[in-house]
């Protein structure tokens, strides 16, 4: 073991193996063929019989930029599963050991994003002895601005993260959003940058707080069949309203769900087909009523119903720029 105790990683799952926990998956065996490297290490070269591959993402600030890419190109291969194994901070020679250790015992894919070019040497070198690819997320990145830009590079770990205006403008963003869940506080809404309307189950909630991370204060309203709109939605006049339908049978889908998990009867009109049908008629009408862009989010992810929104409201600004 080299460089002490083995740094544990966060993992998304892991095959049933080494005694380890999983979750009851049917996952074709790991293949592996075993030859001297030189130094007399034992080097493995890994062949794609299997349904599943380890991804190791090493980095010297919070690993999200590594996460996010490797989700993204992960999920062109729907065939196959990624094993994560995320390593935060690593900042020294040491803690760097320590994840080569873990490398060594789960080879697979090797994405990292380090500053420090002898950590990112060292890691190189040792990935090529091991017979694990390697590849460094930012550099290409980095390479076409300095070769646009005409200029060096500052190497700082998590540079990103900084206190700045930007982030507290986010914590604000957060703040608000959870004070105005749910209709929550409508004599404030004038102050939100969007609100979102919609019938129960239409990702308001989850959809708000993604916006609010981008630094936009979001509230989102119900609607409520027989229970008219607080009137602070209407008095709103700066604010973005954009309301959230889906298909009828998406959406007793998902209140069955709900229901389920609650242990609560399905005897109701709240899981009613018909019923339902016109509640999202109802919120159309509204939103038509009052010239609110709608967005149908039976197919949206979060972030993809977000995106649209965000579209949304950079034009929405403009309106005031101009006057």
């Not at 380890?20 to 080097?43: D, E, K, M």
């Not at 709109?229 to 998406?250: M, S, W, Y």
């Not at 009867?265 to 016109?278: C, F, G, I, K, L």
């Not at 709608?294 to 600004?317: G, K, N, Q, W």
Request: proline share 7%.
């Amino acid at each position: 073991m080299r460089g002490g105790a083995p740094i544990h990683p966060v993992e998304e799952f892991r095959p049933p193996c080494k005694g380890r926990i999983h979750v009851a998956l049917r996952l074709v065996p790991f293949h592996s063929n075993s030859q001297l490297a030189p130094g007399g290490r034992v080097q493995k070269t890994c062949t794609m019989s299997r349904n599943y591959f380890h991804l190791h993402l090493v980095s010297d600030a919070t690993g999200e930029t590594l996460i996010a890419a490797s989700r993204a190109a992960s999920a062109l291969y729907p065939g196959v599963s990624a094993i994560e194994h995320v390593y935060p901070l690593v900042r020294t020679r040491d803690q760097l050991s320590r994840v080569i250790g873990e490398i060594e015992r789960e080879p697979g894919i090797v994405l990292y994003t380090l500053v420090d070019p002898q950590l990112s040497g060292q890691l190189e070198e040792e990935c090529r002895t091991i017979g694990c690819p390697s590849l460094s997320v930012l550099k290409p990145v980095s390479d076409l601005f300095g070769a646009y830009l005409g200029t060096e590079t500052t190497p700082r770990a998590g540079a990103q993260h900084v206190l700045n205006a930007e982030y507290f403008k986010r914590i604000d963003a957060l703040n608000y959003t959870m004070l105005h869940d749910d209709g929550q506080l409508p004599e404030d809404f004038d102050s939100a940058d969007v609100i979102l309307v919609g019938v129960s189950r239409t990702s308001k909630t989850p959809t708000s707080i993604y916006l609010a991370n981008r630094g936009i204060k979001t509230a989102n309203v119900p609607i409520v069949p027989g229970i008219a709109p607080p009137n602070g939605l209407e008095d709103a006049k700066r604010a973005l309203v954009v309301g959230l339908v889906a298909t009828p049978e998406r959406i007793v889908q998902i209140r069955q769900n709900r229901l389920l998990s609650l242990k609560a009867t399905n005897d109701t009109s709240y899981v009613d087909r018909d019923a339902v049908a016109e509640e999202i008629a109802a919120s159309r009408r509204l939103c038509a009523r009052h010239s609110w862009p709608v967005i149908d989010v039976t197919r949206r992810s979060i972030e993809e119903t977000a995106a649209t929104v965000m579209d949304l409201y950079r034009a929405h600004r403009l309106k005031f720029i101009v006057e």
